[in-house]
């Protein structure tokens, strides 16, 4: 019964993959393609750097924006939700074009 054998080990597989998923999912990931300190779009500042703050990733363009958060990660992370939050209810594109 070597198809019973192959259906076990994909379920293992399977399994693994979830309990992997989850340990990621513990981490929110960055849904800002800019950096929100400066600005900038992420990459044209050069290295992207990013930390992990309260299970939120945050993002920034260059390492100075980095040390401004390090400096007070409550209000960087707040910065960040506000944007976050203010890219939401600006709705789509549709509704801004005329
Ligand atoms: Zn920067």
Known sequence: MKTL????????????????????????????DYCVFSGDKLGTMGKVTKEVYKG??????C?????QFDKNPEA????????????ASSGDDKSMGK
């Open 5 to 32: 054998l192959a259906i076990l080990s994909l379920g293992l597989l399977a399994f693994a993959g979830i309990s992997r998923a989850d340990d990621q999912a513990a981490v929110k990931p960055y849904a800002l």
């Open 76 to 87: 960087g992370l707040q910065k960040y939700e506000d944007a976050v939050k203010a890219k």
């Open 63 to 67: 390492n100075q924006c980095k040390k």
């Open 56 to 61: 939120q990733e945050i993002k920034f363009c």
